[in-house]
Structures are given as C-alpha cells and as structure tokens.
C-alpha cells in the first residue's frame, strides 16, 4: 500500500464556490490523546510511533466501535517543523526493531506513515484508505471530512504526531555553517540576515502596532488567558508538567527573541500525538459519544510577493479566508459560539480573529479587545482551548476543544459565558491554513 | 558582525557577480515587466522562465519596518546580538523587499518609513553582499 498526499481538489481555497455539499454530513465521534513530554527521551514506548499508536487506540476506544470498523486513515507524515532527524545521526536500530518497521527507518522515530500505522496496529485489519495531509492536523482534519463525505471512507482515524529532540530548533544544519549556497542566502527562509522563527510574525506585529498605535504590552491579558485556559487542559504539556499561570508581570519581563516577540509568544516543542475519528452524521447518531457534525470547511493559500507577507498582504487573506469559512458552513460570524483560531505564534491569533470579524472586529481592533473580558466566563471567550500558548506545539488542542466544548466534555475548561453550538478552528499561518466549522447539530 | 559567507549558485551567480562590481541587481520578468525576490527559476506570475533578466536597482529604498534579534539560529551572528533586522521596500518596485541590518544604525532606533541606500559589505568568506544604510 502506498499512500498518497491529499490532492488540491479536496480542499476549498478559493472564494465562491457555496455551502460545502457535505455540511452536516460528517460527524467528529472520538478523541484520543497520548500524554505529552518536552523532548523524546530515547526508548521506543516514548517515540512519536508509540504516542501515535497510543492516540489512535484511545480515539477508537472513545468512539466505541470496534477497530475493524476503522477502513480510513488520515495522517500528517512530517512530526516536527524545526527538530529535523540529523543525517549523521546513525538512527536507532534498537528502536526501530522495537515495531514492525516499515520501509523507511525513520517512521515512528521522525515521521510517520500509514503503512507503519497499519503494521503497527494488527487490530486494524479493514483499512482500505488511506491519504497524508501535509503539515497539521487542521489540513487531515479537512482531508478526512472531504474523504467521509465522498464516500471514500466510513470511519477514518485522522492522526498528527510530533516527535521533540535535543537541541534547538533549527540551530543545526545551515545555520551552523560557515559558508551557504547563494540562493539559501537569499531565502525567503533561513538567510543569512539570521531571522528566527517567529521573524515574519514579529515583523507582521510590529508594523500592526505602528498602523494602528498599539504595543506589545497590550498582548498581556490574552497570554494570561490563554495559559489559564491551558492549565485546564488536562491533556496538555503545561497542565500535565508545568502547571504554572503565566501573570502579565511574567509575559512582559521574558526575554525577546526578535522584538515585539518574546520567549512566551512561541509556543514550547513537545512530544505529543492526538487522534480523531469521523464518521457519516447517520452513522454518528447511534455510537457511544455525542456527535460534533462538521459544517464546512475553507483553506487559504495565500503567497508573499516578496520575502516575508506584509501585514496588507496577511489581512487581505484572512479576510479572505473568513468569507471563505462562513460561506462553506452557511452560517454568519453571528453564529459562532467561540473561536478557535490558531496562535502557535501568540502575534498570528489577532490576524486570524480580526480576519473572521469575531463579535463585529475590524481590522486593528483585536488587542484593544483583549483588554475586556475574553474568558470562558464571558460573553465572547477568546481562544478556550488556551491555544497553543496554553498547552505547547501541537496545533490541535484548538480543534479538540471545540470538540469537546460541543459535546459538553470540556470539563473546568467549559465555556459558561455561551452556549457552545458552533464553532471555528484551524491554522496554522494568517497565510496558509485549514479550517473547520463545527455544531451540535447537523443543521 | 560577519554575515555566513556565501558560495554563489546557478540561480544566483548574476545577483552575487553584480555585488562584487558595487551594483544591485533584481530578477525582472520582461514579459510581465515584473520584478521578483528571491531569485526563482520562472516568474512567480507567467511561469515562463524564458524571459528572466537581472535589472539594476537604483539602490535606493525606504523601511518597511523591523525587529530587533536578541535570539538569532546562525552561530556566526549571536556574538553581534541584539542587532536590528528591517525590511527594505525597493525604489523601484515597494512590493520588492530586501533584507538588512541596518549597518550604523544603533539597535531600535529604526526611522521606520525613511530612506535607505544601498551599501556592499562582504560576508565571512568575502563574497560581498548588498546591505543598506539609513539615508542621511
């Protein structure tokens, strides 16, 4: 069995094209988390294959059905983006032959495939399609909502891993090196100016202050926030290691890492994998969990001109991809409960919400809006899965949480402000992003 | 604080060539009459690579705006930290961004929106690079 990557065709990234023909139709039906850690530690139950396994067991469970009944997987090969295996690095053999390895070595160390899933996971004896998402779980999520409404897949596991290792991100490699190819020089990425990660959010932000005068300090309450939110979020790396609130005192006397961004506004690499499993609305009716029907779904696609987006370039497509969000689920921004948007970097989270127009935002207002109350006590809760910021890189808890709020499942978490009927999440980048739309009912 | 020097490639020789003569030089697409950067094998709006040419840059610009890097992942510049990295919005074309540290401009004191000119420095293995300076 060979697996694919999903073609352009099953995702909606343009604008125009109406209420997705599966709306309603899809249900989200079980969860599965594995435990976090902040780096692997070397031993084969500990690897991003024995988390993933973990997940997926554990979303089976949740949904009640036996594994048999599972013919589709959906899964994001890449588990990390910056703790690339070394090449020099001899890949652990003991490992390895710890699982029915595959093809390739390296699944379940530093990437994953369906075909190591499967061998790995003999329950799982009725798997007849398979498709890798790339990047994050918000693009398998789409991808398997699209396959179950086509009929490509009955009960589809959809499955992101991320493995953590030693090291810093992206200190290795070419950043090490003395002399570089002219055209790594060049970027847009890692060039020799030396921008970090976060460079291009932090330069987005910045000239986002300087339009509309607004400073760095005013991201305080929504970091609060969002930690707090983490901090009930069992399934989460801060939660489960750090249990530590995040004072306003703590976020602005960390240090920067490109200023206007400091150490909090990244998010933490950890180990974790987390799995969901969706079925058709009529199947969903009858299994053990209360189903969380998916609306519609939109995707941007959005490309800098030059070297890193402008904020003009960034609001032009989240705009963009708000409409896009709310004419696939036929609903209003109106409608939407709370939000989920992404901010694994914190300074992405206004563009996105602003770019929905969350409880009539325009743009340059969202900051100004963190100053009332965006508690999940609240009238307008920002972000209650905390993010994140709230729990460490995984890109999912967003999605688990409006999962889980809809179901009434969010424990302390639980949005009491609203009633939690639909909902808005996906990511990663203002620039390149999935996202879904999901409801307590199918209507 | 020397850049990581830099061993031009096929895509890029024209642009390094044209640095080490003190001149600046961007991809231009002459069907499109589009400028681009980074280089790219084929126009980012045609897609043809037939009509690629390297244009001279008045090397003239303005600050679109900037961070300042207190955590950078190239060895070779954390000894320079905190060091400002702006972008540069070119003469010709504003959409064009280029790169710079600013050389002379004392960290966050940035005149966001002001202009710049162009300056050449060379990176660790003297291959010389466009930088930019504050314009008086």
Redesign the interface.
Known sequence: MTTQMAPESMYRSTEGLGVWEHRGKVASVGIGHSPTARRWDGRPETSVGALSILAMRRAIEDAGISPDQVDGIVVVPVTTTGAHWDPDTPIPMDVVNAFNPSSDPLDGIGQLSAEWLIKNMPELTNVKFTMNAPGCMSAAIVVAAQAVGDGLTSNCLVLKGWHNLDG????GGS?????????L????G????????C?GT??QF??YC?RYGKNHDMMAPFMENSRRNGLMFPEGYWAQHRPEELTPEDYLAA???????NLFDNDIPIMVAASYLFTTADRAKDLKQKPVYILGHASSRGSA????P?LEEVQAETGSTGRKIFEAAGITVDDLSFENMYDGFAEFHQFHIEGLGYRGMKFGDALDFYQTDISIEGPNPVLPSGGNIGSGRSRFWMHTDCMQQIQGRAGARTVTGVKPEIAVSGGPMPMGGNFTVWSATPD | MAKQGVQPDELTKPFWDAATNGKLVIQNCTACNRLQNPPLPRCGQCGSGDNLEWKEMSGRGTIYNYCVVYDCPIRSLQEGQPFNLAVIMLEEDPAIQMYSHLPGTPVDEVPIGGPVRVVFEPTANGQVVPEWEVAA
Do not use: C, D, M, Q
């Not at chain 1, 020089?185 to 847009?188: C, D, E, Q, W, Y």
């Not at chain 1, 890692?190 to 990660?197: A, K, L, Q, V």
């Not at chain 1, 240090?255 to 961004?261: D, M």
């Not at chain 1, 001109?305 to 890193?308: A, D, K, P």
């Open positions: 810093r991100y992206n200190h950043s090490a090196a003395e002399v570089v190819p002219g055209s020089a060049l970027g847009p890692r060039t020799i100016w030396g921008p970090p990660g460079f932090a330069l910045a000239e300087h240090r920067w890492i490109a200023k206007p961004a001109r030059s070297l890193t402008t």
